[in-house]
């Protein structure tokens, strides 16, 4: 692919500000713009007992950016209660006294933008906004509504949706790419992240950022935004991965992906996707401008019916955690790179821990890996305890499973030719000792880091190695007591990173700089 850097983006970057005091707006400005935001907008209506005359002075006066001037009313989704006259009156002033842009609701915008035009002979950009709280319009309603907003005499619209699915923001994205002029529009909550995320692509006039301290659910922080996807880097050009899941935001791939994919001059982006509906998505999603998806919980087992061809592996193990679509034909093609990545952390971990048995086991090579023969005790049957579980079966292991969903565990125990037992069991189990013990369920992950998968911490010392394939946090509370039990370690940073290399290598068709990811995933986990 040709470099990132090539063909930069006009779309800028705002960071809505809604301090309670003329104080505290000013400080978050200047905060602002230390964290990279281009303009800034700011919300009168949250600042307490607001008087036009005494305070917008104050907050041009300090201004060290461009400003977006609001008053949002409560009927618009704002703070504003007070009579409908005296908020205009303070948005009338705001561009009296030149403020760089004042956004008006449609429901007031027609004439009043065009008195503003005329009596005021200033350098004020109008924006037109519209909040829709019902269902997503239609592509053809939404171009509708923007030749209503442009009517107005508007310089640049504002669309504003909730939706339920992130198919939706596709209208989203073709209303920026096709409208023929400058135009804000994304969606809120988390389903709506990509609409700020891929905004320069689909040259957008602006996306928004929250500063430091103040997040906005689905909204990126201004760091995101700068340094994790570099909104100035893309482009129309560039191509979209993703991580397909729900929930989303524990991911870390776009902290590892991102960096890889610039420093090997590749013009991509890997981005969080809130998926609900898979046949939806893939169907909404379709194009050469999205070749490839990771794929989370909990649909590494269902994406499989989605996928045109599956590989070997993948079809062997009925779990896909990484599709490509194949550029000759547009096909998905499902691949598996959590096995490999889980089962060689553990390998690679007994390697460097018992170095006299690896040599021992090298020299007397029929009995296969340090794996061969030991009780491997699975928790979780869904798609990356298949991973593992055939994993661990490739490796010659005598495999028992646990999962909450008994009839799944004894699916994938007739799979692999191992056992099963019921989740119950887990508590009262008592493996023999050198049992390799591993996690494949979200218990532990973060913001719920305090659970722990049922096991008898008095156990925990009789397994040789304990794994976990949560890897947010690092080093999970099964980690800990296992640790302190005695037992060797594995975190799924070590599976995250292995798997991520291998999807780096199918997303791009190029080899991975491994060192790189390993370095990035030291630095930032």
Same mark, same amino acid.
Not at 15 to 35: C, I, N, R
Not at 66 to 74: C, E, H
Not at 104 to 128: C, D, G, M, P, W
């Given at each position: 692919m040709?470099s990132?850097?090539?063909l930069?983006?006009?779309?800028?970057?705002?960071?809505?500000?809604?301090?309670?005091?003329v104080?505290?707006?000013?400080?978050?400005?200047?905060?602002?713009?230390?964290e990279? *935001?281009h303009?800034?907008? /700011?919300?009168l209506?949250? &600042? +307490?007992n607001f008087? !036009?005359?005494?305070?917008?002075? =104050?907050? $041009?006066?300090?201004?060290?950016?461009?400003?977006?001037?609001?008053y949002?009313?409560k009927w618009?989704?704002?703070?504003?209660?007070?009579d409908e006259?005296?908020?205009?009156?303070?948005l009338?002033?705001a561009?009296?006294l030149?403020a760089?842009?004042?956004?008006?609701?449609?429901?007031?915008?027609?004439?009043?933008?065009?008195?503003?035009?005329?009596?005021?002979? *200033?350098?004020?950009?109008? /924006?037109?906004?519209?909040h &829709? +709280?019902?269902?997503? !319009?239609?592509?053809?309603e939404? =171009?509708? $509504?923007?030749?209503?907003m442009?009517?107005?005499?508007?310089?640049?619209?504002?669309?504003?949706?909730?939706?339920?699915?992130?198919?939706?923001?596709a209208r989203?994205?073709?209303?920026l790419?096709?409208c023929?002029?400058?135009?804000?529009?994304?969606?809120?909550g988390?389903?709506?992240?990509i609409s700020?995320l891929?905004?320069p692509?689909?040259?957008?006039?602006?996306?928004?950022?929250s500063i430091?301290g103040?997040?906005?659910?689905?909204m990126p922080?201004?760091?995101?935004?700068k340094?994790?996807y570099?909104?100035?880097?893309?482009?129309?050009?560039t191509k979209?991965?993703?991580l397909v899941s729900?929930?989303?935001?524990?991911s870390?791939?776009?902290?590892?992906h991102?960096p890889t994919?610039?420093?090997?001059?590749?013009?991509?982006?890997?981005v969080?996707?809130?998926?609900?509906?898979?046949?939806e998505?893939?169907?909404?999603?379709?194009?050469?401008?999205?070749?490839?998806?990771?794929v989370?919980?909990?649909?590494?087992?269902?994406?499989?019916?989605?996928?045109?061809?599956?590989?070997p592996?993948?079809?062997?193990?009925?779990?896909?955690?990484?599709?490509?679509?194949?550029?000759?034909?547009g096909?998905?093609i499902?691949?598996?790179?959590d096995?490999?990545?889980?089962?060689?952390?553990?390998?690679?971990?007994?390697?460097?821990?018992?170095p006299f048995?690896?040599?021992?086991?090298?020299?007397l090579?029929?009995?296969?890996?340090?794996?061969?023969?030991?009780?491997?005790?699975?928790?979780?049957?869904?798609?990356?305890?298949?991973?593992?579980?055939?994993?661990?079966?490739?490796r010659?292991?005598?495999?028992?499973?646990?999962?909450?969903?008994?009839?799944?565990?004894?699916?994938?125990?007739?799979a692999?030719?191992?056992e099963?037992?019921?989740f119950e069991?887990?508590?009262?189990?008592?493996?023999?000792?050198?049992?390799?013990?591993?996690?494949?369920?979200?218990?532990?992950?973060?913001p719920?880091?305090?659970?722990?998968i049922?096991?008898?911490?008095?156990t925990?010392?009789?397994?040789?190695?304990?794994?976990d394939?949560v890897?947010?946090?690092r080093?999970?509370?099964?980690?800990?007591?296992?640790?302190?039990?005695?037992a060797?370690?594995?975190?799924?940073?070590?599976?995250?990173?292995?798997?991520?290399?291998?999807?780096?290598?199918?997303?791009?068709?190029?080899?991975?700089p491994?060192e790189?990811?390993?370095?990035?995933i030291?630095?930032e986990?």
């Amino acid at each position: 692919m040709g470099s990132t850097g090539i063909l930069k983006n006009s779309t800028m970057i705002c960071a809505p500000l809604m301090g309670e005091t003329v104080e505290q707006m000013v400080k978050e400005m200047k905060q602002a713009k230390a964290e990279g *935001s281009h303009l800034l907008e /700011i919300r009168l209506d949250h &600042i +307490t007992n607001f008087h !036009p005359h005494h305070h917008l002075p =104050a907050i $041009l006066d300090n201004k060290p950016l461009p400003l977006i001037i609001l008053y949002r009313p409560k009927w618009d989704g704002g703070l504003y209660e007070g009579d409908e006259h005296s908020r205009l009156q303070a948005l009338l002033l705001a561009a009296e006294l030149g403020a760089d842009y004042i956004d008006f609701e449609l429901k007031v915008a027609s004439h009043l933008i065009r008195e503003l035009k005329i009596n005021y002979q *200033s350098a004020t950009k109008y /924006i037109v906004s519209c909040h &829709i +709280t019902s269902t997503t !319009p239609s592509d053809e309603e939404l =171009a509708n $509504l923007a030749a209503t907003m442009r009517a107005t005499g508007a310089d640049i619209l504002k669309v504003v949706v909730n939706v339920t699915d992130i198919t939706e923001i596709a209208r989203i994205f073709h209303l920026l790419s096709h409208c023929q002029m400058p135009v804000i529009a994304y969606s809120v909550g988390e389903r709506g992240l990509i609409s700020q995320l891929l905004c320069p692509k689909f040259r957008g006039f602006l996306a928004y950022g929250s500063i430091e301290g103040y997040s906005i659910p689905g909204m990126p922080s201004l760091y995101s935004l700068k340094h994790t996807y570099k909104h100035d880097l893309m482009n129309s050009e560039t191509k979209v991965f993703g991580l397909v899941s729900k929930p989303v935001s524990h991911s870390k791939g776009p902290i590892l992906h991102n960096p890889t994919l610039r420093h090997e001059n590749f013009n991509g982006v890997y981005v969080p996707l809130f998926v609900d509906n898979l046949k939806e998505f893939f169907s909404t999603y379709s194009g050469s401008d999205f070749p490839g998806f990771s794929v989370g919980i909990p649909y590494k087992e269902a994406v499989v019916e989605f996928c045109d061809e599956v590989h070997p592996l993948a079809e062997s193990i009925g779990a896909v955690n990484t599709i490509i679509r194949r550029p000759c034909d547009g096909k998905l093609i499902g691949y598996n790179t959590d096995c490999e990545a889980a089962i060689t952390s553990i390998e690679d971990a007994l390697k460097v821990t018992c170095p006299f048995r690896h040599f021992f086991t090298c020299k007397l090579s029929s009995l296969g890996t340090l794996i061969s023969g030991k009780l491997f005790v699975l928790v979780g049957a869904g798609g990356a305890g298949r991973a593992l579980a055939f994993g661990a079966k490739s490796r010659g292991a005598r495999i028992l499973i646990f999962d909450i969903d008994f009839e799944r565990a004894k699916s994938l125990a007739s799979a692999v030719l191992g056992e099963a037992q019921t989740f119950e069991q887990v508590i009262n189990f008592r493996p023999e000792k050198g049992a390799i013990l591993a996690n494949a369920t979200p218990l532990g992950m973060h913001p719920y880091t305090d659970q722990c998968i049922p096991v008898d911490q008095e156990t925990l010392g009789d397994y040789e190695l304990v794994f976990d394939a949560v890897y947010t946090p690092r080093k999970t509370r099964l980690l800990k007591e296992a640790e302190a039990a005695g037992a060797i370690t594995v975190s799924g940073v070590e599976m995250f990173l292995r798997q991520a290399v291998s999807q780096f290598n199918l997303f791009t068709d190029q080899q991975a700089p491994e060192e790189l990811m390993r370095e990035i995933i030291t630095s930032e986990f």
